[in-house]
Structure formats: structure tokens, C-alpha cells
């Protein structure tokens, strides 16, 4: 099964680096993406993900002022998601060692427009993945539902609030056998400031409060920032705080990542994220590539 998660992203980072052709046009109206990301877990635990993705935008995106990245953020207009992928979770469960396959499905919709500062954005995500192993048959499922209400402050500042709702469930031969619903609420603030020389920094900073039906509250802070050098290319880093009853979720989490338009149309980022865990043996390292192309 990896060499089937191999074929097509390789199709697409040769698609990516093929010479492209010269667009006269200023401005896209969809995008097809890709995404491949890579987990290890203290333990021996391993989890891949492989993705495609399809956005579309109810009126054409401009991407004459600005990073090219941030050209949805700056121009705001509706748009619809689809994601489809697959999932695989190499497990360590007392003497089991599972390899469990599965499906990833994410669609989204974001009501946004130009003339008014408010934003409406719904996102739903469901991840499904099984194995037999020892004539068990394992099944994990994972269904998260989100929403966002933001408002832009200025043309390049937009302060929102965030609510996830998860529920995680794993089962042993069709029964279940541990389930966990989390509540997390946020506020967060994105801005957008434009330097001297067609530079800009992003920058972002939230807060969040998470309870879960153990009875377990947790609170967590981020901050993250993007500098763009000209309007194609961009280094950042961000940084994570989790602290509360839920010890599993407690530490500190970094990332650096890095992000380049070969053109208006195409583009590629990698991240690295680093999960450093209060809790003895339960780190997590994460890496990311994602690649796409506007229409």
C-alpha cells in the first residue's frame, strides 16, 4: 500500500517542477493541492497521511498587492473545501503491534466577502482506519466538527473565534473500548503588516480552552510568524503552550517551516513540528510537504 501512496505524490512534485507556462492573467479562482505528512511517536509509533484537496472560491482571488500566500486572507471571498486521503497508524498496543489503514475526509465551507468584515467558516473531518492482527480486528475513528467566527479589523487583521468538537473512539472486534469527546474554544488574531523593500511579516497569536468528558480542562497559548522576503518566499517558526489535567497533552510545541512560489499558480512549503512532552516518552515529531497549483 505505500508504493500506492508514493505514485501520486511523486506525479505531483514532477508536475510542480515541469516548466510552466507564462499566465497573463492576475488573479485564480481554485486550487488543487496535495499534502504528505509524516508522525513519530515515543514508543515506536508512526502515523502517515497522504492527501489531495480541491478549493473553490465563488469570485476570482487577486494576487496583485501582497504575499501571493496570503492572497485569500487579504481579498476574502467564499469558497468550498474538499479533502480525501489516507491514513496509516503503525501501533504499539501492549503486545499488539498493529498496521491500521484508512480514509481521511475533510469538507469545508467559509462564507467571506470583500465589502463586509465579517466571516462565517464550517469544517468537518472524519478519519477511519482498521486491522487484524492476533484475530482482533481493530478500528480507530476520529470526527471532528468546526467553526469560526471572525472579524476583519482592518483589511489585513482579522480577529476570530474558534470552537472544535472531537470525538475519538477505538474498538476490538466491534465493541468499544475507550471513547474521548473534546471541547475546545478559541480566540485568535492574524495580521498582515507590510515593510519597506516588498516585505511583510504575518503574524498570529491565540488562546484556547479545552475540556474533555474525562472531567480533564486544559489551556493552551500559540504564537506563530511568517516573513516574507518579496512576495514568493517565506521562513517561520511558531511556538505552542499546553498545560492542565490532561498530562498526555501537556508541553511545549515548536515548528519552523519554510514556503515558495516557483510562480503566481505554483507553490510548495515544508514544516517541521516538534512536540516536547511534559509527560516522560510521549514526544511527537511531525513533518510536513504540501504542494499546489491555482486556476
Given amino acids: 500500500m505505500k508504493n500506492n501512496k508514493i505514485s501520486p505524490l511523486l506525479f505531483l512534485v514532477v508536475m510542480l517542477l515541469s516548466p510552466l507556462p507564462v499566465l497573463s492573467q492576475d488573479s485564480y479562482q481554485y486550487t488543487v493541492s496535495g499534502a504528505y505528512s509524516n508522525t513519530d511517536y515515543d514508543g515506536g509509533a508512526e502515523m502517515t497521511m ?53 480514509t481521511n475526509l475533510v469538507v469545508g465551507f467559509e462564507y467571506a466577502n470583500q465589502n463586509r468584515p465579517f466571516t462565517f467558516g464550517v469544517l468537518y473531518s472524519q478519519a477511519d482506519a482498521d486491522d487484524a492482527v492476533a484475530n482482533v480486528n481493530l478500528e480507530f475513528t476520529i470526527d471532528a466538527l468546526g467553526i469560526q467566527l471572525g472579524y476583519y479589523l482592518t483589511n489585513r487583521s482579522r480577529l476570530a ?56 480542562q486544559n489551556t493552551e497559548f500559540n504564537l506563530a510568524a511568517d516573513y516574507y522576503f518579496d512576495r514568493t518566499f517565506s521562513v517561520g517558526a511558531g511556538i505552542g503552550l499546553n498545560t492542565g489535567d490532561d498530562v498526555d497533552d501537556e508541553g511545549a510545541t515548536m515548528n519552523i517551516n519554510a514556503s515558495v512560489f516557483f510562480s503566481p499558480i505554483a507553490s510548495i512549503g515544508v514544516e517541521y513540528e516538534r512536540f516536547s512532552a511534559d509527560q516522560a516518552d510521549n514526544d511527537e515529531e511531525t513533518l510536513s510537504l504540501a504542494f499546489a497549483m491555482r486556476f
Fill in 161 to 216: 473565534f474558534e470552537y472544535i468538537q472531537t470525538d475519538l473512539e477505538f474498538f476490538g472486534n466491534g465493541n468499544s473500548l475507550s471513547k474521548l469527546e473534546t471541547d475546545e474554544f478559541g480566540l485568535r488574531f492574524r495580521n498582515l503588516t507590510y515593510l519597506a523593500s516588498g516585505r511583510f511579516v504575518g503574524f498570529s497569536v491565540g488562546a484556547a480552552y479545552i475540556d474533555n468528558d474525562a472531567d480533564e
Fill in 50 to 102: 497522504l492527501l489531495g484537496a480541491f478549493q473553490l472560491y465563488t469570485s476570482p482571488i487577486s494576487y496583485l498587492d501582497g504575499p501571493y500566500a496570503e492572497a485569500g486572507f487579504l481579498n476574502r471571498q467564499s469558497n468550498v473545501a474538499l479533502s480525501i486521503g489516507t491514513i496509516e497508524l503503525d501501533a504499539n498496543i501492549g503486545v499488539l503491534t498493529p498496521s491500521l489503514e484508512g
